[in-house]
């Protein structure tokens, strides 16, 4: 799992694009282009399965984090609640560091 303090990192790093989709059902939608979907516990169980198996059509990785849909919000400066973040403008390197 990846320490909160270089997820805040790797997410704002990616965020500054304007490349990212907030939702679960947003993300299901688009998963074209998408490099990683960041999901917190919050996500609900049947949206989670579905989730993971569009991402594995799709060639996604899936990241759990362990924090909650707040803390996400938080994290990337959003007043509502985030279960999921899929992310595109993504770096080769972030992307090793999320999936370890």
């Known amino acids: 799992m990846v320490e909160p303090s270089q997820l805040s990192k790797i997410l704002k790093e990616s965020m500054k694009g304007g490349k990212y989709t907030i939702g679960a059902k947003e993300t299901m939608a688009s998963m074209k ?3 990683a979907i960041i999901c917190t516990r919050s996500l609900p169980a049947r949206l ?26 938080r994290m990337i400066g ?13 770096g080769d390197g972030d992307l090793k560091q999320l999936v370890r």
């Open 33 to 35: 282009g998408v490099k």
């Open 48 to 73: 989670g399965v579905k989730l993971r198996e569009e991402a594995k059509k799709h060639d996604v990785a899936v990241v759990d984090v362990g924090m909650t849909s707040v803390e996400l919000a």
């Open 78 to 90: 959003r007043p509502f609640r985030v279960s999921t973040l899929a992310l595109r403008s993504l």
